[in-house]
C-alpha cells in the first residue's frame, strides 16, 4: 500500500495515474480535498502524497478521468462539473498552479465531460462532452493550448451515437476513435470515427 486517502487529502479516486521520468505519480480524487469537490494529486515513490491542487467549484468539480502530461510537465484534465456549471477543461503546472482553459456552459459547446484527454503535436486538446452539444446527447471537442473551444462533432442521439463517456483515440493522419454509451442501430451504443 503506497496511500490511503483520508478525504483531506482527496477522496474516491476513480481515473487512472501516470508516471513521470522520476517515478512520481499523478491522478485526480473526484471528491475530498480542501473543499471536497476532489483534488490533483502527486505521490513519490516513497508514498509521500502531495495535493498538488483542490477544486473550488469556479475552477473546476469532481475529475473523474485521469490525467495527461506535456513535454513541459504541465498536466490536463477534465471535471465533470464545476465552472460555468457545466465542466471544464484545465491545466495545471508542475508547480500547482491550475488554470481553466475551457468552462462548458452546458448548451451547443457540451457538458459534464468525463473523458481523459489527449493531445497532439500542436499542444491542441481532444475529448468527449457526455452531454450537450447542439442536439442535448453530447460532443466530441477541441480545445487549442490558448483556451478556444472547437466541436467537432455534436450527436443527434440516433444512429450516430448518444452520451460518449470514454476517452479517445487517434491515428497518424489525426482521425479520432470513440464511443458512445447509448443511440445506435439498436440503442445500445456505438464506435465513431471522427475526421479532422
Not at 476532489?38 to 483542490?54: D, P, R
Request: with cysteine; hydrophobic share 35%; glycine share 20%.
Amino acid at each position: 500500500m503506497l496511500h490511503s486517502f483520508v478525504g483531506s487529502d482527496g477522496r474516491w479516486s476513480y481515473g487512472g495515474l501516470i508516471e513521470d521520468k522520476k517515478g512520481n505519480l499523478y491522478g485526480t480524487t473526484i471528491d475530498g480535498g480542501a473543499n471536497d469537490e476532489g483534488v490533483v494529486f502527486k505521490l513519490a515513490k516513497t508514498g509521500t502524497e502531495t495535493v498538488l491542487h483542490s477544486f473550488a467549484g469556479s475552477d473546476g468539480a469532481y475529475p473523474v478521468a485521469g490525467l495527461i502530461m506535456d513535454k513541459s510537465g504541465n498536466f490536463y484534465g477534465t471535471t465533470k462539473q464545476g465552472g460555468t456549471g457545466f465542466g471544464t477543461v484545465f491545466k495545471i503546472t508542475p508547480g500547482g498552479t491550475e488554470s481553466v482553459l475551457w468552462s462548458f456552459s452546458g448548451a451547443s459547446d457540451g457538458a459534464f465531460p468525463m473523458c481523459g484527454l489527449i493531445l497532439d503535436t500542436k499542444g491542441n486538446l481532444y475529448g468527449t462532452a457526455g452531454g450537450g452539444g447542439a442536439h442535448g446527447a453530447g460532443a466530441v471537442f477541441e480545445v487549442s493550448p490558448k483556451g478556444a473551444e472547437t466541436v467537432l462533432y455534436s450527436f443527434a442521439g440516433g444512429s450516430d451515437g448518444a452520451f460518449p463517456a470514454a476517452a479517445l483515440i487517434s491515428d497518424k493522419a489525426g482521425n479520432l476513435y470513440g464511443t458512445t454509451s447509448s443511440g445506435g442501430a439498436s440503442s445500445d451504443g456505438t464506435v465513431f470515427k471522427v475526421t479532422p
